[in-house]
């Protein structure tokens, strides 16, 4: 087994129009999608806690599939992820993780929903920390979920952030919608 010292972390910093995210991967695959317009040192830090004593290496080329699927996703191409992820957490986490991965393209569910998806209907401060702890934003799509009133609630990289996701994929489901009945 590899100790911490023996993983690089590979990173690049991702800009497609307006969008700017720091990605970074492990052999293994994606492993943080970092916060619109936050600084590099938000990697670090996050690197630093979970992979003490790794190496993080700026590879713009070990990066160019992570970056180029983002890209398209982007663009409107599309509307989920083949690319191979390296997240971890705890058993709670990671069901509540493999939760927002289920949530379709274009809509929203709520923390209750969540919660009631993941089996732990009392559990909906506990689905926020979790979510709040997702370190692949946009291709976990924690931004899909909101407040039960319908409110745009924390987001890691930000609520104009959030808005601006779910202004996208909210853009490309209807012309989707439009273009199925045309």
């Avoid at 938000?42 to 160019?64: H, I, R, S, T, Y």
């Avoid at 506990?126 to 899909?144: E, Q, S």
Wanted: net charge neutral.
């Amino acid at each position: 087994m590899k100790s911490n010292n023996a993983i690089t972390i590979n990173w690049t910093q991702l800009r497609h129009d307006s969008w700017s995210v720091y990605i970074a991967a492990t052999e293994q695959g994606l492993c943080y999608v970092g916060s619109q317009d936050k600084p590099l040192t938000e990697l670090e830090n996050w690197v630093q806690a979970k992979f003490p004593g790794c190496e993080l290496v700026k590879n713009d080329e070990a990066m160019q599939s992570y970056a180029a699927e983002m890209v398209e996703y982007f663009q409107g191409k599309r509307d989920g992820f083949e690319l191979a992820m390296d997240y971890k957490g705890t058993a709670f986490q990671m069901a509540v993780w493999n939760a927002l991965c289920q949530i379709p393209y274009g809509q929203t569910f709520t923390y209750s929903d969540i919660a009631n998806q993941i089996g732990k209907p009392a559990a909906v401060r506990a689905v926020g920390a979790a979510i709040g702890a997702n370190p692949l934003l946009i291709t976990v799509p924690c931004h899909r979920v909101i407040g039960k009133s319908g409110a745009l609630t924390g987001y890691r990289g930000g609520l104009a952030m959030k808005t601006r996701l779910l202004e996208l994929e909210g853009e490309r489901a209807r012309m989707r919608e439009t273009m199925k009945y045309a």
